[in-house]
């Protein structure tokens, strides 16, 4: 049997300097050593893009997804590194051939105005995930499963429910919840339970890029917005009742009839119902008058679209000096508005007092602008939150205000309006133009779809004409397929929109 024999010197008193001197050496040399190894058995895929904008990103992977093949384009995923989004080729290849492949795409990138593309390790980013409910090859399926889980996980859910499609024809059902592992597995397992019922199971599912084939908000309408519905039907559901061949027959004189008619019309065909209320507002900052006056003293529920004027609410106490405005409150307010995301705005109420309080601080300071307002409530569990209430005209009021630079924070409030998402404005409404500026903030539950923005539309003499609209559709109980409702009064408010264009392009030089 072997048997060391230390030699001499390992028989020497050491000083302890020494003795630490010795084992740090040898830490260094073992871990120099694993590291090494580590970095020799390194996984690298292929990094594209990197922006804070995760739906630019997704804009991008599109384009690449295009340029570079079906190959590259399924295997695409959006990732983060803490800090922003990145895009990359889920290659998991070693780093001499990622590199070398990389460089073949940046050769193919450069060629469309892209920066290019580099090997990175795995080890630099964190995937995103998303939560799977169903999937399979019949559209049709994914669109009744989407209105289970709609049933069962409510209205709060149903805003960021997708069905996507990739490449090869293959649906998914997806809750884009673009969150971390460990709290998207929890959320998974509380959903599974809820859908127990349903025969539905709630599984993880990475980021990554698929097309949007039905959704409550849709496909990218190329500004960082959503389109509603179905991409395949959308054009042929539309219920156009005037077409662009009769466009020149709408005037700022006779706007407020040619609507008029239009909502008699859809009436008359069933698109709005007879226990349906609406109420209408457009007003025009370049001749300064009101153009259409339509139920607009009427207060309606006011769902989403009064968190502005909780944002209102939180900037005069932050004006006044009685709360902060910081990167927290920040980050709430962006949540808020561009995502509409119903936990923030209650978190931006409770920092100023409550419900109560914010209408409180808007009737005591802004009393020529809510003269119908309502807020008693805060947004409950599901998004169903019916008690708030506002008039078109009190939305008219808020968006002078706002355009003229008369509240505290406008242009705060302007740009968090003005981030990319989804409207029923110009989103989906074909005839305004591209190069459209929107600040907006739709408001969409199962008894009420509306919108309220000011549009600045370019003219051809390179100015922007500006004007507000307000378009608000109010059921008095909840719709039973609230999908295909949500759909058809948003694409009423759309084509409103696209007569309101006309009406200004008659007056104006617009484009």
Wanted: hydrophobic letters at 35%.
């Amino acid at each position: 049997m072997f048997k060391f024999v230390p030699p001499l010197w390992m028989h020497r008193r050491f000083s302890s300097s020494t003795c630490s001197f010795f084992f740090i050496l040898l830490f260094l040399i073992i871990s120099h050593t694993a590291s090494t190894r580590a970095v020799a058995g390194a996984q690298y895929d292929i990094s594209y893009f990197w922006s804070t904008d995760i739906d630019r990103v997704r804009l991008v992977a599109i384009e690449i997804g295009r340029l570079l093949g079906p190959d590259v384009s399924r295997e695409l995923r959006i990732v983060t590194d803490k800090s922003k989004y990145g895009l990359v080729y889920d290659r998991n290849g070693d780093e001499a051939s990622t590199r070398q492949l990389a460089a073949a795409h940046s050769e193919i990138l450069k060629k469309s105005g892209f920066e290019g593309a580099y090997a990175i390790r795995e080890s630099k980013y964190d995937y995103i995930y998303n939560i799977r409910y169903s999937s399979g090859t019949k559209l049709q399926q994914m669109k009744e499963d989407f209105e289970k889980v709609f049933t069962y996980l409510g209205e709060g859910v149903a805003k960021e429910l997708y069905v996507t499609r990739d490449t090869g024809g293959n649906y998914e059902l997806i809750y884009r919840r673009r969150g971390d592992l460990d709290s998207t597995k929890k959320i998974a397992a509380k959903h599974t339970r809820l859908l127990s019922g349903a025969g539905l199971e709630a599984t993880l599912s990475r980021e990554k890029d698929s097309m949007v084939a039905y959704s409550l908000a849709g496909f990218s309408n190329g500004r960082g917005g959503f389109v509603v519905g179905d991409p395949e039907t959308l054009h042929k559901s539309r219920p156009k009742q005037f077409s662009t061949d009769t466009s020149n027959n709408f005037t700022i004189d006779n706007l407020e009839d040619a609507l008029e008619k239009y909502i008699k019309n859809l009436r008359r065909r069933g698109v709005i119902t007879s226990d349906e209320r609406t109420a209408w507002s457009v007003f025009d900052f370049t001749s300064g008058k009101k153009i259409v006056d339509i139920n607009e003293d009427v207060p309606l529920q006011g769902a989403s679209m009064i968190k502005p004027f909780i944002c209102l609410a939180f900037f005069h106490q932050v004006k006044q000096g009685r709360i902060a405005y910081g990167p927290r409150s920040r980050a709430k307010m962006e949540a808020m508005i561009q995502r509409s995301n119903n936990s923030a705005a209650n978190w931006v109420m409770k920092q100023v007092g409550g419900p109560r309080a914010v209408e409180r601080i808007l009737k005591r300071n802004y009393s020529y602008i809510f003269k119908q307002t309502r807020i008693v409530e805060y947004i409950p569990s599901g998004g169903r939150t019916y008690r708030n209430k506002a008039s078109a005209h009190d939305y008219s009021r808020y968006l002078f205000a706002l355009y003229n630079n008369r509240l505290p924070y406008s242009r705060e409030m302007k740009r968090l309006m003005a981030l990319p998402g989804r409207d029923r404005l110009y989103t989906g409404a074909e005839a305004v133009p591209k190069g459209t500026k929107v600040y907006n903030k739709t408001g969409s539950t199962s008894r009420l779809c509306g919108d309220m923005g000011i549009l600045m539309v370019p003219g051809k003499n390179g100015k922007y004409y500006a004007y507000t609209l307000i378009g608000i559709i109010e059921k008095p109980g909840g719709a039973r397929n609230y999908s295909r409702w949500i759909k058809s009064r948003g694409d009423a408010i759309r084509e409103v929109s696209n007569i309101v264009y006309y009406a200004m392009k008659s007056r104006h030089s617009l484009i």
